[in-house]
């Protein structure tokens, strides 16, 4: 059974940055699709940026120039870099898994706060 577990949440500041990092427990993370979404408060759940098992990446219009997802498959781990944060990015971030199955996270709070 293939387990994320998502961390580097925290309360930054508008125009700060924070780094989230997932980790996935198995041996399916290499030829997965990862993703990043958030939900924030009373909102509808979004897809924030994906990365293919080739290295291949997508971003939501609202991140492009400021976040950037990458992969290290050695360790099982996905990463979303987060720069240049405003007040709108607030939300709970899930790291999600995809191949033959769909697999989440627990979720880490990313609070962006003056």
């Known amino acids: 059974q293939v387990q994320l577990v998502e961390s580097g949440g925290g309360l930054v500041q508008p125009g700060g940055s924070l780094r989230l990092s997932c980790a996935a427990s198995g041996r399916i993370f290499s030829m997965s699709y990862m993703s990043w979404y958030r939900q924030a408060l009373g909102k509808q759940r979004e897809l924030v940026a994906g990365?293919?098992?080739?290295?291949?990446?997508n971003y939501a219009d609202s991140v492009k120039g400021r976040f950037t997802i990458s992969r290290d498959n050695a360790k099982n781990t996905v990463y979303l870099q987060m720069n240049s944060l405003k007040l709108e990015d607030t939300a709970v971030y899930y790291c999600?898994?995809?191949?033959?199955?769909?697999?989440w996270g627990q979720g880490t709070q990313v609070t962006v706060s003056s």
């Open positions: 990365i293919s098992s080739g290295g291949a990446t």
């Open positions: 999600n898994l995809r191949l033959t199955n769909n697999i």
